[in-house]
């Protein structure tokens, strides 16, 4: 027993090194002594080769490997179970100290996207939300986000899956701006040639505005950002989104201005997101409010069809409404999307997420 906690205290002091951004990663193996070209290398053996064993990188000196050894490990963390949907859409759980996460795949012609989740529940209790509605564990850690991309894609390729991941949204559970520092690091991951090289147009961050975290986004990181407003003034958006009492809509539209005006990503716009509730926010008048609050702002419209889950009291607009909604946006000269329900039979739909999963599990 004494023993086991030890090796637990052990591990504990060790780093993990997909904890670490490119250049928290220079900085360690530095401090091994290691020259700058052993970073590639080493980037290589985990994101290109996925290998997690320092005993099995062939190419690097034995000495070299003890050291590593002995003040380091690499662990991505596993998914635990599996669900596919009729259309393609998978769902991964993550199981984290008990407590879940997910992660979702989303093929298409032209390409795949992952959809990664950055925190355990989501503390923002957006009332149209499953996730909001659940409650809020933890920011988490660059690893567990990482290992979401990591896992998936070796998964892929175990399955023979050949669409591999070629875009990512944050868009799972959680509010990305709230573990600003852990997302950031995680995206430079993501971005880096020798780490997943997924090009920045194609790395979605949505956030619901947390506004002092956006400001400061704008001096860390270039990617394609999407807002989810899903009202047209602050009275809809108050009564459905209770961080916008805090930041209210044109606190919002102003700071992503400012990230628009910076950022090389978003040059067809930003994305704004507007979920459609029945009776809510999905009036003629609403969509004329709408197009007059985004007409200073490149941006392009995502109407989302509710997902709904137990115990809410929402429904969804019906298709002829969001399409007379979507109609007027057009007609103002938006571009403007229905975003189609992927993976809804499974749950995994946007706002469906909530680490449960009630039926045709497969143990992994
Ligand atoms: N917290 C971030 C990202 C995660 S939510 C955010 O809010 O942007 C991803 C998207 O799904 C958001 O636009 C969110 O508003 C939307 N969403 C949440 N619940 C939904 C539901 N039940 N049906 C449809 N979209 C939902
Ligand atoms: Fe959190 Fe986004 Fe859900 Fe709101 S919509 S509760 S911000 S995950």
Redesign the pocket.
């Known amino acids: 027993m004494k023993q086991h906690a030890n090796a637990l205290n052990n591990c504990n002091n060790k780093i993990n090194l997909l904890d670490l951004n490119p250049k928290d990663l220079y900085y360690f193996l530095n401090s091994l002594g290691q020259k700058t070209f052993f970073v590639k290398q080493m980037m290589n053996w985990i994101y290109k080769n996925k290998c997690d064993d320092f005993n099995k990188m062939f190419n690097i000196s034995i000495k070299t490997r003890e050291k590593l050894n002995k003040q380091s490990y690499i662990f991505a963390n596993k998914f635990i179970e599996e669900k596919m949907s009729s259309d393609g859409t998978i769902k991964w759980i993550t199981s984290l100290n008990n407590q879940k996460i997910e992660t979702v795949y989303i093929p298409e012609k032209n390409r795949s996207t992952l959809c990664v989740s950055?925190q355990i529940g989501?503390p923002?209790k957006?009332n149209?939300?499953?996730?909001?509605q659940q409650g809020f564990n933890r920011n988490l850690k660059v690893s567990e986000i990482i290992s979401q991309v990591w896992q998936a894609n070796k998964i892929l390729k175990e399955k023979k899956i050949k669409k591999s991941i070629t875009n990512i949204v944050?868009?799972?559970?959680?509010?990305?701006l709230l573990n600003l520092n852990n997302v950031v690091s995680a995206i430079k991951i993501m971005l880096d040639e020798n780490g997943f090289y997924l090009s920045k147009r194609r790395i979605t961050l949505?956030?619901?505005g947390i506004v002092p975290a956006l400001n400061q986004l704008r001096n860390m990181i270039d990617v394609c950002l999407?807002?989810?407003l899903?009202a047209s003034n602050d009275k809809i958006r108050n009564l459905i989104m209770p961080i916008n009492k805090r930041y209210n809509i044109q606190l919002i539209l102003n700071s992503a201005l400012k990230y628009l005006k910076y950022s090389k990503s978003n040059r067809g716009g930003i994305t704004f997101?507007y979920?459609m509730l029945h009776g809510i926010n999905d009036s003629n008048e609403n969509a004329v409010e709408l197009a007059f609050l985004l007409k200073k702002i490149p941006s392009k419209i995502n109407l989302?069809?509710?997902?709904?889950?137990l115990n809410?009291n929402?429904s969804?607009s019906n298709i002829n409404r969001i399409n007379i909604f979507a109609n007027i946006l057009k007609r103002k000269g938006f571009t403007t999307v229905i975003r189609k329900n992927r993976g809804n039979d499974i749950n995994a739909?946007?706002?469906?997420l909530t680490g449960k999963i009630t039926n045709r599990i497969k143990k992994l």
């Open positions: 950055s989501c923002l957006c149209f939300c499953a996730t909001g944050f868009m799972g559970m959680g509010e990305p949505s956030t619901s999407a807002i989810s899903h997101e979920v989302i069809p509710w997902n709904p889950f809410s929402f969804s739909a946007c706002g469906q």
